[in-house]
């Protein structure tokens, strides 16, 4: 098969390499829209693994926005504690059920737009929760999605926002959750920030960057 030649075209063979590999699967445990959103706040600067081991104690006692929104805010401190820049976290948790319930009835919004109003909440927060607990087009940009999609001579571009906007531009709408979950699959278990396995990279025959570092 031959190389693609363009950008898009490197988006679009990646897109399909990888979905041979990976099942496009969120690794934060969550069964709504609302148990995603805190989550993923709650990732920023931590890993899957360890929200993942903090969140049960948290939804338990807080289950949803009307009862995280009435929290002590040290309680919350404590819960989420585990997650490092807890402080800062329980404020974003509890202005985020808060707004939820004053402007949204309690209910997670669906448009971009209006999840971005949320405290602690910015583009890649919003896109997950869009892609993954609505099914809506949303691609986030991770440190993996940022790098991959360099190293495979993609995108040029630094800023989050401007490197979403561009992918946006090359992936169907529908696919743009799947292909991010995917990338961000494969810079976990392949694509290194240090020493990259490119040896046993699907994408090595066509990656500018295979083997040079």
Do not use: W
């Not at 929290?71 to 819960?79: H, I, S």
């Not at 099914?135 to 999609?149: A, I, N, Q, S, Y």
């Not at 040896?199 to 960057?209: E, G, I, R, W, Y």
């Amino acid at each position: 098969m031959a190389r693609p030649r363009t950008p898009k075209g490197r988006a679009l063979r990646t897109h399909e390499r990888l979905a041979g590999e990976y099942e496009a699967v969120c690794e934060l445990d969550h069964t709504n829209p609302f148990e995603l959103l805190a989550a993923t706040i709650l990732s920023a600067q931590c890993t899957d693994a360890r929200v993942n081991m903090t969140t049960p104690a948290l939804f338990a006692r807080f289950a949803d926005p009307v009862a995280m929104a009435g929290a002590d805010v040290e309680e919350l401190q404590e819960l989420v504690r585990p997650t490092g820049f807890y402080n800062s976290k329980s404020k974003n948790l509890s202005g985020m059920a808060q707004m939820l319930v004053a402007d949204f009835d309690g209910e997670v919004p669906t448009k971009l737009n209006d999840l971005v109003k949320l405290p602690g909440v910015g583009r890649k927060t919003g896109n997950v929760v869009r892609s993954v607990a609505f099914g809506l087009p949303g691609l986030p940009v991770d440190t993996h999605v940022k790098r991959l999609t360099s190293r495979l001579g993609i995108t040029t571009l630094e800023d989050p926002v401007k490197i979403e906007l561009e992918l946006n531009s090359m992936i169907p709408a529908a696919e743009r959750g799947p292909f991010s979950l995917r990338v961000i699959l494969h810079g976990r278990q392949v694509c290194f920030a240090r020493k990259p396995n490119c040896d046993d990279c699907v994408l090595n025959d066509f990656c500018p960057s295979a083997f040079e570092t």
